[in-house]
């Protein structure tokens, strides 16, 4: 529906400059090695958390004062903007247990770049469900997943700054050359891993269910759990490749860089499931066309 | 057996039981599955014909490219995942249950070496005091210790959450139970689809793949079907067939509106709503006005039937649509006048009837009727499996949450004179979240500092 005017498409762009502002803080961090720059770069994340929450919030109240009582989750705008809001609160939850700013540098460009995306390229126009979305499943299904694919994102954020502290050592090089200036404040490879890990440990059981959301409810309106449609398989093969990091854990030779790699292709494949099967695969899940 | 025999079964039970394999196995799947979401499945030689040459056909056909997740190999791949899962977790699963059940009730000190969290003490209390303090703060904080006397030193050993490490068994088994599942639907079910007229009935529907026709063994008719736009727009608000079954001659489902999202169920077969279609040709209700004299007639056609008009001439519906940017049914109309000169041809919308007023013609016409009979499309699926496959998901979930979440927590405490003093050593460990098992223990050490030297 042309001509919305959305106040909570205004609230979204406030949100998007919060994670532009902190993300810059974080990279800044890194260089300046200032805590109080990383203290205020956490606070603006909060604020920005708040903000997209109230601009959800915001959009279910205006989709019911136009009559459609939704979840704001039936579109790709409300899916990114959703995910913009998982990617902040896995990566605050994370912060919160283990207070290592520089990860910041690495997750909110992902949040950011979403955000960014949604509100410069997607239509925001508030639009009632088509009958194959209308039920309750929409929301357990759409919840699942984006909390599944914010902790992977935390998940391959940490894994590349994993690959870069490791090369950097692996090189030889100490702390007097710039860029191991610059490493100083990245957490060591036992912790990185550890979240890497720990992450992953969130997230797989949420794909998990997601996955199970997904086919009780397609079986519940299409009469079939599991069709190997695009999307299905691709959720498969997402479960595949964290299982696979899951299991590298207990085996010599797939500990580290190893599993830092699985775990940066297994949001590269996340994000394929998420996004290229809608916009280059043809199936069932056609909400990005 | 030989020898040889026992080396060669030993090799292959120890490939089974090779995480490496699982590994391979996980990530051999993610790549073939890629092959299915890029191929399209299921489609006719003639579709593939469209897009490939002759010689990718044979090629995708022989390596069974078109049907891949059911050919042979892909099978044989999840056949072998889950003789790997199953060997895994034959061969791990006793040391589990030994770790759990029967622990290490007298540590020595090369395990206490292992612990990250531990701590030594020597008191002036005597053994038997510091022992009763010690099990009475274990049960009360954590858990009632079994006590274990060794000559001059005495044991304690209490554990918590030791059913956490059966959750990956959990997980395992609950993928073999969502594949039994599947295997049981794909045997005793069928997947089936049927196109059924308003006001029509059916007894069989037609397999998908091309199984030939399925018996039902009671009647469904579809009494209507309706389609709902939202209101000014082509969105699609509502797609709904009014189902009636009848068995043995008797309705055991009257008008039972089945719509997207909300399936009929009947003796273990269910009818969702899928597609719909016109059948035949519409008929359209006409109330036409005689300008010059004010005589109204009521005329029913057929879409491109030629009626006579009321003073001359005729007319017939050449087009139509059901929604005319999202005005509703909407008919363009060609009148012939009676000299047989060309016809005049022009839209007429049910939903203003007034609107051809201004058209100025010898004629007004309204339409009174759309009546458009349809087809609707109903997905019919028996599958005796899924009940296996929910309890196989539900146990899936509560697994991992186990095995990800929850940690089986131990602690050793040996206590042993030490000259006229006693020593106390406590060292625990945690399976899985260790660090918020560091800080119970620091606390629980604390306590006991205080309780024993205060």
Not at chain 2, 233 to 261: A, C, F, M
Not at chain 2, 270 to 285: K, R
Not at chain 2, 300 to 314: D, F
Not at chain 2, 370 to 379: A, E, I, K, W
Request: net charge positive; proline share 4%; hydrophobic share 45%.
């Amino acid at each position: 529906m042309p001509g919305q005017d959305l106040f909570s498409t205004q609230i979204f762009n406030y949100t998007t400059i919060a994670y532009f502002v902190s993300m810059v803080l974080f990279i800044a961090f890194i260089a300046t090695r200032n805590k109080s720059v990383a203290l205020v770069a956490t606070i603006i994340a909060w604020i920005g958390l708040g903000l997209n929450t109230a601009g959800i919030y915001l959009r279910y109240a205006e989709s019911a004062a136009m009559g459609f009582r939704q979840a704001p989750l039936s579109n790709l705008y409300e899916s990114v903007v959703f995910f913009g809001w998982s990617i902040l609160l896995i990566y605050l939850l994370f912060d919160l247990k283990y207070k290592q700013r520089a990860v910041g540098a690495f997750v909110m460009p992902i949040a950011f770049i979403f955000m960014t995306w949604a509100q410069l390229r997607l239509n925001d126009a508030i639009a009632p469900l088509v009958p194959a979305l209308q039920s309750n499943w929409l929301t357990y299904h759409v919840i699942t997943c984006f909390i599944g694919y914010a902790a992977f994102a935390v998940a391959a954020g940490v894994s590349v700054m994993y690959l870069i502290k490791v090369n950097k050592e692996d090189d030889g090089s100490s702390s007097s050359s710039p860029a191991g200036g610059m490493l100083a404040m990245f957490p060591s490879t036992k912790i990185l891993d550890d979240i890497n890990y720990k992450a992953i440990m969130v997230g797989f059981p949420m794909l998990t269910l997601g996955i199970v959301t997904g086919a009780a409810w397609a079986n519940y309106a299409w009469g079939t759990y599991w069709s190997w449609d695009p999307k299905e398989t691709w959720s498969l093969i997402v479960w595949f490749i964290y299982a696979a990091f899951l299991h590298a854990r207990f085996t010599r030779g797939w500990v580290g860089k190893k599993a830092a790699y699985l775990s940066i292709i297994g949001f590269a494949a996340t994000i394929f499931c998420y996004l290229g099967v809608n916009l280059l695969l043809s199936g069932l899940h056609s909400y990005g066309a | 057996m030989s020898a040889q025999n026992r080396t060669f079964g030993t090799a292959l039970w120890d490939f089974f039981c090779s995480l490496k394999l699982t590994i391979a196995l996980l990530i051999i799947l993610s790549i073939t599955s890629i092959i299915g979401t890029v191929i399209q499945q299921g489609r006719t030689p003639e579709q593939y014909l469209q897009v490939y040459s002759e010689r990718t056909y044979q090629l995708f056909e022989t390596l069974n490219f078109f049907d891949m997740y059911n050919s042979w190999w892909f099978l044989s791949l999840l056949g072998l995942f889950s003789i790997n899962l199953i060997a895994c977790s034959i061969k791990r699963f006793p040391r589990v249950w030994k770790t759990v059940y029967e622990p290490v009730l007298v540590p020595s000190d090369s395990l206490y070496k292992t612990f990250s969290n531990i701590e030594e003490m020597v008191v002036a209390e005597s053994q038997a005091q510091v022992r009763e303090k010690i099990v009475s703060q274990l049960s009360s904080k954590f858990a009632a210790p079994v006590v274990t006397q060794e000559g001059e030193k005495t044991h304690l050993f209490a554990q918590k959450g030791g059913y956490s490490r059966f959750g990956v068994y959990v997980t395992h088994l609950s993928i073999l139970i969502i594949l039994a599942g599947a295997m049981i639907g794909s045997i005793f079910g069928f997947k089936a689809y049927v196109n059924i007229v308003e006001g029509t009935e059916t007894n069989t529907v037609w397999a998908r793949g091309g199984g030939g026709d399925i018996d039902l063994g009671f009647t469904v008719r579809a009494d209507s079907f309706t389609v709902e736009f939202y209101e000014g727009t082509s969105r699609p608000k509502l797609y709904q067939t009014l189902v009636t079954v009848i068995d043995n001659g008797e309705v055991v489902k009257d008008r039972r509106p089945v719509i997207v999202n909300d399936p009929l169920k009947y003796k273990g077969i269910v009818f969702y709503q899928s597609s719909y279609g016109p059948a035949g040709d519409p008929t359209f209700g006409f109330r036409i006005r005689n300008r010059a004299t004010d005589e109204v007639a009521e005329i029913t056609v057929r879409a491109g039937q030629r009626v006579p008009l009321p003073g001359g001439g005729s007319f017939r519906v050449a087009d139509f649509t059901p929604n005319y940017q999202a005005f509703g049914p909407a008919a363009r109309v060609e009148v012939f006048p009676p000299d047989g000169a060309r016809p005049r041809s022009f839209v007429v919308l049910q939903a203003f009837p007034d609107f051809d007023m201004q058209r100025g013609g010898e004629h007004i016409f309204s339409m009174t009727n759309f009546g458009q009979r349809y087809f609707t499309g109903l997905q019919v699926a028996k599958d005796p499996g899924v009940w296996v496959v929910w309890i196989g998901c539900t146990l899936l979930i509560v697994g991992s949450i186990v095995a990800f979440c929850l940690s089986h927590r131990r602690i050793w405490v040996t206590i042993q004179p030490v000259g006229q003093k006693t020593g106390v050593k406590i060292g625990g460990s945690a399976h899985r979240n260790q660090a918020a098992f560091s800080i119970f223990f620091d606390d629980l050490k604390k306590g006991l500092k205080d309780e024993l030297k205060g």
